[in-house]
Nanobody
Framework: QVQLVESGGGLVQPGGALRLSCQAS????????MSWYRQVQGEQRELVAS???????NYADAVAGRFTISRDNAKNTVYRQMNSLTPEDTAVYSC????????WGQGTQVTVSS
């Protein structure tokens, strides 16, 4: 069964940090480009960060320097470390796997609030 399962979301204070994980099953994980997207209610989903199968990374300007994406092919898992969080980072974060087709996780809520 093809599945992407995110974990690690929650409530954090401004300036805090969270680490999100996305574990894949049912796919040849190592050949997929893995990405994190986020969506604020009422707005379009936006790309936050991506990592290729060769581990090249790309970040949205809004998160560059604060977020880090990485992957562990042995665990079929992609991670995103988020530091220096602000209320503007509050969103539903979703994992995406792309290679000939696009697969999505269910999303995890991140709320940054004092």
């Amino acid at each position: 069964q093809v599945q992407l399962v995110e974990s690690g979301g929650g409530l954090v204070q401004p300036g805090g940090a969270l680490r999100l994980s996305c574990q894949a099953s049912g796919i040849a994980f190592n050949i997929y480009v893995m990405s994190w997207y986020r969506q604020v209610q009422g707005e379009q989903r936006e790309l936050v960060a991506s990592i290729t199968n060769g581990t090249s990374t790309n970040y949205a300007d809004a998160v560059a320097g604060r977020f880090t994406i990485s992957r562990d092919n042995a665990k079929n898992t992609v991670y995103r470390q988020m530091n220096s969080l602000t209320p503007e980072d509050t969103a539903v974060y979703s994992c995406n796997a792309s290679w000939r087709k696009s697969l999505w996780g269910q999303g995890t809520q991140v709320t940054v609030s004092s």
